[in-house]
C-alpha cells in the first residue's frame, strides 16, 4: 500500500498549571508564598528520514498529541515538562496548512526538522508573583491550552532521474538493469502501481531513479492511472523518456513520444520544461532495418538526440548510465518548494473585542482576555481585586467606558460576570 498524501490532526501539549501555596511548617508560623510553576506543554515536531518511502504510517495512525505539562506544587516544585512529539516522515514531504491550504514546510532533505506547534506555556506558581508590595499572593495562573490543528502530508518524493512513458514501455525493467531496485515487472500494462526508487551507482557517483506508473493518452483527464503520480517526479532534475521502439502494444512509437510529452505538457510547464533523454526501449525485438527506419523517420521530424537500449540484451545500458550522470552533472537541484510566510502556530495575545449581549451587558473577548484571565482564580476575592486593577491597568476599563459602560452595568469576562462600580 503506497500512501502519499494524508491529513492528519496534531496539538501540542497543554501547560501544565502554576501553584497557589504558601509555606507551612512547625518552624514556620506565616510562610511566604512557595506554588511552584506548572511545566509547558510538550511540541509536535516533523522530522524527515530516509528510511521511509511512503506516508503508510498514517493510514491509521492520524492524531498526535504532545504531552501536557505538569502542574506546579508546594515548596516552589515545578512541573515537568510534557513529552515532545516527533513525527518522522520521508523525504520530500511537503506540510500544508488544512485551513488555509498553504505551504508550511517542505522537508526535502534527510533530518530536517520542523517544529509545527509549541507546547503550551506553563503557568505562574503564586511565588512568581510576590513581591514588595505584595507578600502574598492568593493567585496562580493557569496553564496555556493549546488547540488541535490540522495538517495534510504530502509526499513529492526527491529523485534525480524520473522514467517516464507508456505503460509495458520497459521503465521497471530499466530500473532493475540500472539500481539496487526490484520493482516489479510484467508483460501487462500497469504493473507498477505506485512510484519505486532506486540508487544507480556510476564511476563511484550515484543518483537516484525514480520509477512512475505509465501514462496513456488522456492521463490528464483520469485515464488509466491518470497522471496523480507525476508529482513523484516533479523535482527529478532529468526525464528519461522511454518509448518502446519495437511497437510491441501496436501503437507507432511517434504518436507515443508524442503523446506523452503532451501529458507533460497537461501537468505542468515546469515538467514539460524539464530536460529530457530520450530512451528507445525493446532494440532487441525489432531487425536491423526497420530500426534504421525508424530512427530515420524520428530525427527526420524531431531532430533530437535519443539513446537505443535493450534491457534484454543490455545493449545501450552503460552508454545510458554515463549520460545520465554527465547531464546531471551540468543541472543543478531544484529549489524547496517556497513555503508561505504565514505562521502557523500563531498564538493570539493580543486580539480585544468588546460587544453587547442580548441583556445590554458587555462582553469582552479575545486572545488578550484569555490569557489574562489565565492569572485568576475567581472564588478568591483577594484575586478578584487583582483582577479588577489589572482590568484597569490593562486600559480595558476605559475602553469599556468608552462604549458606554455605567455604574450597574453588567461586564462579561469569559466565565465571569460583574457589575461594574466606579
Ligand atoms: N525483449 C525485451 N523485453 C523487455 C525489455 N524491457 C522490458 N521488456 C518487457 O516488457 C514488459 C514490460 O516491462 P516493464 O518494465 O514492466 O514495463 P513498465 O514500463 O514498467 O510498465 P508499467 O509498470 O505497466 O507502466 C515486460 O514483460 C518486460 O520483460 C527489453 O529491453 N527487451
Ligand atoms: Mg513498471
Known amino acids: ?30 510562610g511566604g508564598p512557595d506554588g511552584g510553576e506548572g511545566g509547558n506543554g510538550g511540541s509536535i515536531i516533523f522530522q524527515s528520514t530516509q528510511n521511509l518511502n ?21 515548596k516552589l516544585q515545578s512541573g515537568a515538562n510534557g513529552k515532545d512529539v516527533v513525527i518522522k516522515v520521508p523525504c520530500g514531504t511537503v506540510i500544508i496548512d488544512a485551513e488555509t491550504n498553504k505551504i508550511i514546510a517542505d522537508l526535502y532533505e534527510d533530518n530536517m526538522e520542523y517544529i509545527a506547534l509549541k507546547g503550551g506555556k506553563g503557568g505562574h506558581g503564586n511565588a512568581y508573583y510576590k513581591s514588595s508590595i505584595k507578600q502574598a499572593p492568593h493567585y ?83 485515464q488509466g492511472l491518470g ?35 503532451n501529458e507533460l505538457k497537461k501537468y505542468s510547464e515546469d515538467l514539460a520544461q524539464t530536460e529530457q533523454v530520450i530512451v528507445f526501449t525493446k532494440a532487441d525485438l525489432v531487425d536491423e532495418n526497420t530500426l534504421n527506419e525508424r530512427l530515420n523517420s524520428f530525427t527526420k521530424k524531431y531532430n533530437k538526440d535519443y539513446i537505443l537500449i535493450s534491457s534484454a540484451t543490455y545493449q545501450g545500458i552503460d552508454k545510458l548510465k554515463l549520460l545520465t550522470l554527465e547531464k546531471l552533472s551540468k543541472i543543478p537541484k531544484k529549489p524547496p518548494l517556497q513555503v508561505e510566510e504565514i505562521n502557523f502556530d500563531k498564538r493570539d495575545y493580543d486580539s480585544l473585542t468588546i460587544t453587547r449581549d442580548d441583556e ?49 452595568d453588567t461586564v462579561k469576562i469569559k466565565d465571569i460576570a460583574f457589575e461594574y462600580s466606579e
Do not use: W
Open 54 to 74: 511512503t506516508l503508510y504510517d498514517f493510514r491509521f495512525h492520524k492524531k498526535f498529541v504532545a504531552g501536557d505539562g505538569e502542574n506546579g506544587a508546594k
Open 360 to 408: 445590554g451587558a458587555f462582553v469582552v473577548s479575545g486572545g488578550k482576555i484569555d490569557n489574562f484571565v489565565r492569572g485568576v482564580v475567581l472564588s478568591d476575592t483577594r484575586s478578584f481585586a487583582y483582577f479588577q486593577n489589572r482590568l484597569l491597568e490593562m486600559g480595558i476599563i476605559d475602553m469599556l467606558k468608552a462604549k458606554g459602560l455605567k455604574n450597574g
Open 140 to 222: 496562580s495562573q493557569t496553564g496555556e491550552v493549546t488547540k488541535a490543528r490540522e495538517v495534510i502530508l504530502e509526499l513529492k518524493t526527491i529523485a534525480d532521474v524520473g522514467l517516464v512513458g507508456f505503460p509495458n514501455a520497459g521503465k521497471s525493467t530499466l530500473l532493475s538493469c540500472i539500481s539496487n531496485a526490484n520493482p516489479k515487472i510484467a508483460n501487462y500494462p500497469f504493473t507498477t502501481l505506485y512510484p519505486n526508487l532506486g540508487v544507480c551507482e556510476v564511476k563511484g557517483q550515484t543518483f537516484v531513479v525514480a520509477d512512475i506508473p505509465g501514462l496513456i493518452e488522456g492521463a490528464s483527464e483520469g
Open 1 to 30: 500500500m503506497f500512501l502519499d498524501r494524508v491529513k492528519i490532526t496534531i496539538k501540542a501539549g497543554n501547560g501544565g498549571n502554576g501553584s497557589t501555596s504558601f509555606l507551612r511548617n512547625a518552624m514556620t508560623a506565616k
Open 227 to 261: 497522471h496523480y503520480f507525476l508529482k513523484h517526479v516533479e523535482r527529478v532534475r532529468l526525464i528519461l523518456h522511454l518509448v518502446d521502439i519495437s511497437q510491441s502494444e501496436g501503437r507507432n512509437f511517434l504518436d507515443d513520444y508524442e503523446i506523452i510529452n
